[in-house]
């Protein structure tokens, strides 16, 4: 079955750090890549998708400029939180979805990146 | 905006019961999914209902879709322990990039 891994799983730093999480399938070429923002007890919400070889589309009132989305290639994708606050700290998702070549094709899910900013 | 309203928020049952989850959803879809999340841990894709689809099954799994209610059901049967995390429903609105939109989830407790 299709496998996503993100990397790291857990994320512990100060204040004003950036933090770089990175999205990869491992077994499929990924045109599509969607990161999720889970805050405890809630659904996922979505932050942004990204197209292989072209800029992410963020969802109303996340700002681009915090939260860095790059999809340099087919099966790696990744999310940088610059300059991190407490207010950052989240449960962050990552999801892919194969090319479709006819068959919908659902998105597979990493299993996450816990950020805890201090 | 979430869509998706799920109920029950939180369920809990005995071993061997059945379970059922209903989902709720506003705007006009081109499938619903259902995902299962273990405590921390990222999304399962479970089961997948096209809108012209009433009802599916996988394995214990029953999914039934009313498009003119805008609501589907997940039954699991014959529930297990290991079946204890979050469901999620999801809508698909038929975007070329098949972007979704979860429910608030089901917390399901099954004890042993």
């Known amino acids: 079955g299709a496998v996503v891994s993100q990397h790291p799983s857990r994320v512990i730093c100060k204040s004003g750090t950036s933090v770089k999480i990175e999205c990869r399938s491992l077994?499929?070429?990924?045109?599509?890549m969607f990161w999720y923002r889970q805050f405890p007890k809630q659904s996922l919400m979505l932050m942004a998708t990204s197209n292989e070889g072209s800029k992410a589309t963020y969802e109303q009132g996340v700002e681009k400029d915090k939260f860095l989305i790059n999809h340099a290639s087919l099966t790696l994708s990744t999310l940088t939180v610059t300059s991190a606050h407490p207010e950052d700290s989240s449960f962050y998702i990552c999801?892919?979805?194969?090319?479709?070549?006819?068959?919908?094709?659902?998105?597979?899910f990493g299993d996450g990146t816990r950020l805890s900013i201090l | 905006s979430q869509q998706g309203e799920e109920d029950p928020q939180a369920l809990s049952i005995q071993e061997g019961e059945n379970a059922t989850m209903n989902c709720s959803y506003k705007t006009s879809i081109n499938n619903l999914q259902w995902y299962r999340q273990n405590s921390g841990r990222g999304l399962v894709h479970l089961i997948l209902i096209r809108s012209n689809e009433r009802e599916k099954h996988s394995g214990r799994l029953r999914v039934t879709l009313d498009t003119s209610k805008k609501s589907s059901s997940l039954l699991i049967t014959a529930s297990r322990a290991a079946d204890t995390a979050s469901y999620f429903c999801?809508?698909?609105?038929?975007?070329?990039?098949?972007?979704?939109?979860f429910g608030q989830g089901t917390i399901l407790t099954v004890h042993p």
């Open positions: 999801s892919a979805r194969e090319r479709s070549t006819g068959e919908y094709q659902p998105q597979h």
């Open positions: 077994d499929f070429q990924a045109t599509t």
């Open positions: 999801a809508t698909d609105g038929g975007t070329s990039y098949g972007k979704l939109t």
